[in-house]
């Protein structure tokens, strides 16, 4: 059942490497705990207590406005192929916009696609495993190219449009930091 860790042990990395998806979890201190799946090529492990993933553009952007309250971040995976698992990461993190000196570091780990919004840098404190034995079986088919073809139609100044339109806020209102 249920193990942990202080770090994430290689065998951990490269499962971590052959998953899909991951769903991201934050909270600010009052408000809405948002809960987000994300896919694409969009995280790396840099090692084994820190992990960087590219935020792409999106409707709401919750984590951004959490961290700048209270920068606590869950990562978790699960296995919807092969042997059961969920993977849990616990720690705090920080966001890295276009505007600050740890942007340029970040593009060397995930690449820029069109429309993308920001990093988020995580310092792992807490490494969690359990069974995932409710976990449906699900074949990956491919990644889903609809919010590629978007921010490629728009364009970068349109995606900095939309940031200014939706993206400054959260749904409880906290500010995001897009904007500087």
């Not at 193990?3 to 490497?17: H, K, M, R, T």
């Not at 309250?69 to 969920?86: H, K, Q, S, Y």
């Amino acid at each position: 059942m249920a193990e942990q860790f202080d770090a994430l042990s290689p065998e951990l990395i490269e499962w971590i490497e052959r998953q899909h998806v991951f769903f991201v979890a934050t909270a600010a201190r009052d408000g809405r705990v948002n809960v987000s799946p994300k896919g694409q090529d969009s995280l790396r492990v840099v090692n084994g207590r820190e992990i960087v993933w590219l935020n792409l553009t999106g409707s709401g952007n919750e984590t951004a406005a959490h961290l700048r309250d209270t920068n606590r971040m869950t990562v978790m995976w699960c296995a919807f192929e092969g042997l059961p698992r969920i993977l849990r990461v616990y720690g705090s993190a920080d966001v890295v916009h276009p505007r600050d000196p740890a942007w340029e570091a970040c593009t060397r780990l995930v690449p820029l696609p069109v429309g993308a919004r920001q990093y988020f840098r995580m310092q792992l404190d807490l490494v969690q495993t359990s069974c995932g034995y409710a976990v449906p079986l699900m074949d990956f088919t491919e990644d889903r190219q609809v919010l590629t073809q978007w921010a490629e139609k728009r364009g970068p100044e349109g995606i900095r449009d939309y940031w200014q339109e939706k993206n400054r806020q959260s749904i409880d209102g906290l500010p995001t930091g897009i904007d500087g």
